[in-house]
């Protein structure tokens, strides 16, 4: 483990350390990237990137009613006169601007537009998890961390900005460069969170506040302990701020009673810095978004709208990845560790990434309760990101709301999830509320969503015209509800699984946590195209959203806090035991993981 005590000397550890103190031009620097790049998320993939991805099919696409007929080529058309029968869940007759159904033939096979984007959305997550498992090792080994993230970064914004050349012809293109855009998206940040302990670890604060604890404790503390002491340090500093960890909103969780003192300088910094940096991004989103109704309502609502829209968004993120590319220090990570034998280069970063995530696993596998709580995150997980995606979709195809009106409801939700991440700790503190009763709040609240959508079903409400999300209005609140239940779900889940950790492999099964989350994505998006492909429209759905939401609530359920934390305990003690048999007394990481041993090697 690191030993915060020794990461503030002036001479390195390893070869091109970079032990310069953190300046105020290099936070900056961090924080321009968010600003950068969270536009892309919120703007891009929060609204406008999987309605341009409908549109350029459907501007391709024919008619589900017939097959033959072209759908309209532009958003203004009327509806008016089309009917598609196609399905037994018939739309209701007084939803003037559904848009009807239409498809795409893609290999052979029919694909509604609506499942089109969702597709996409699933091959990219997949291929963003894959990338980030591959490239883990170099987020925190050897001097390739800034030259990627820049490579990242500017690949995705180019991507991102060539939209504007992408007509309904080659609407494939569209879906290969949103392939790219979000993939780049996801690798960047893995990378730029990799800064952040950095940044924590070489503030002058932190050096100034180790060097008093240091003068205070030396005589206090048994010299026999030094390294124990040093590693539960570290391991909080890592919990908040490992390379893997994703773009959540701030932890708001109240400390335990467990944490020690001792490290809060570190958590505050590292809480502060992440915190900053979220609050940055969310700025930055909500300013351009704007800029992008405006854009959206000025150029007439068409499919060059939406193109438009996402070159600025391109090229925001290009243009502002600038100063991070002038100010951010490169700040080499330690090199690989020697048992790799042979492996180097690529095939070394990539052989130590998977078998690192592999022993993870296999580690994690014995914690009972890990391993409930994985499971729940993973389909947790899969639902918001899968709901996000259906409900824009949703509001394009079946209720017919226009680019500017789907881009409000963005806005609503990402002011309600800045809302609720700080609401949620407040409520919790009120009703004396345990993590784990927090998140099933949250759950129960989600379940509003599909469980609304699903009213439309009833013949007196569909006969009523309201209510059941039959008329555009409706979808404002609710995505008020979606971004309120996020703000509380992103801070307390991270947080109820920092408890069932092993104390001081923080980082490694933050990873997994990570990773989880990450690959959750490919599955809910890819079915509710394939529902969308058999029914005709997206309602139907919603009974497998209800149902994906509601699993979670059981398994947290079983999550036992205590026994958790008893197994956690017993197995650090056996993994340190371990590793310093392997590795001497005083093993070195970048930052703290499942170390491999030789003969695992």
């Known amino acids: 483990m690191d030993d915060l005590t020794d990461s503030v000397s002036e001479e390195g550890r390893f070869a091109d350390e970079d032990t310069r103190p953190t300046s105020q031009k290099e936070l900056w620097g961090w924080y321009s990237y968010g600003w950068a790049a969270e536009v892309f998320a919120i703007c ?8 341009t991805l409908e549109q350029l099919a459907r501007d391709q696409g024919v008619l589900l009613s017939d097959k033959t007929t072209p759908c309209s080529a532009g958003w203004q058309t009327g509806q008016e006169g089309i009917t598609a029968n196609t399905t037994t869940f018939d739309p209701p007759k007084h939803r003037h601007n559904e848009l009807p159904p239409c498809v795409i033939f893609f290999l052979g096979a029919e694909i509604n537009t609506a499942s089109f984007a969702m597709y996409t959305f699933s091959v990219s997550v997949l291929i ?89 404790s030396e005589d206090s503390r048994p010299s026999g302990d030094d390294e124990a002491y040093s590693e539960q340090e570290g391991s909080f500093l890592t919990t908040s701020s490992s390379a893997l960890l994703p773009r959540d909103l701030p932890d708001q969780t109240p400390p335990t009673q ?21 609050g940055i991004g969310y700025i930055a989103g909500l300013f351009v978004q704007t800029i992008a109704i405006l854009i959206v309502v000025a150029t007439g609502s068409t499919t060059f709208s939406l193109r438009l829209v996402l070159m600025v968004v391109g090229l925001w993120w290009f243009g502002f990845s600038i100063p ?14 020697a048992a790799l034998g042979g492996h180097s280069g690529w095939l070394g970063y990539v052989t130590y990434a998977w078998k690192s995530l592999f022993k993870t696993i296999g580690h994690a596998r014995s914690l009972k309760d890990i391993v409930i709580f994985l499971c729940a995150w993973f389909l947790l997980s899969d639902s918001i990101a899968t709901v996000s995606g259906t409900a824009v979709l949703f509001a394009k195809t079946s209720l017919g709301m226009k680019t500017e009106a789907l881009g409000l409801i963005n806005v609503i939700a990402t002011i309600a999830g800045v809302v609720g991440a700080f609401y949620w700790s407040f409520l919790s503190r009120l009703f004396n509320l345990k993590a784990s009763q927090t998140i099933v709040a949250c759950i129960c609240l989600f379940e509003i969503i599909p469980l609304y959508g699903l009213l439309g079903f009833i013949p007196a409400i569909k006969r009523y015209g309201v209510f059941g999300l039959q008329q555009p209005w409706e979808m404002y609140p609710l995505g008020a509800i979606y971004g309120f239940v996020l703000g509380g779900l992103s801070s307390y889940c991270r947080a109820f699984f ?51 939401i509601f699993l979670p609530l059981p ?16 197995m650090a003690l056996e993994l340190e035991g371990h590793q310093k048999r392997v590795n001497g007394d005083t093993p070195y ?13």
């Open 44 to 51: 891009a993939m929060g609204s406008f990137l999987p309605i």
């Open 128 to 216: 963003q998890a894959l990338l980030i498992i591959s490239m883990s090792a170099a987020a925190d080994h050897g001097r390739f961390r800034k030259t990627f993230l820049l490579v990242f970064a500017f690949t995705g914004a180019t991507a991102t900005a060539l939209f504007i050349g992408v007509v309904p012809k080659v609407y494939l293109l569209g879906a290969l460069l949103a392939i790219i855009s979000n993939t780049c998206f996801g690798a960047s940040f893995v990378l730029l969170n990799s800064f952040l302990p950095l940044l924590v670890r070489y503030h002058p604060s932190i050096s100034h506040s180790i060097h008093r604890r240091g003068s205070h």
């Open 258 to 278: 467990e944490m020690p003192a001792a490290i809060s300088p570190e958590l505050k910094l590292s809480t502060k810095i992440s915190s900053n940096g979220i």
């Open 324 to 337: 991070a590319a002038i100010w951010l220090r490169p700040r080499p990570g330690p090199p690989l560790p």
């Open 498 to 548: 920092g408890e069932l950790i092993p104390p001081g492999f923080e980082a490694a099964f933050y990873a997994l946590y990570a990773i989880t989350d990450k690959g959750s994505s490919i599955f809910g998006p890819a079915i509710v195209g394939a529902i969308t492909d058999r029914y005709g429209e997206i309602r139907p759905a919603f009974v497998f959203l209800a149902v994906l």
């Open 555 to 570: 398994l947290m359920l079983l999550v036992d806090v205590d026994r958790g934390k008893a197994e956690a305990l017993q």
């Open 589 to 601: 990481t970048a930052i703290p993981t499942i170390v491999l041993s030789e003969e695992e090697e």
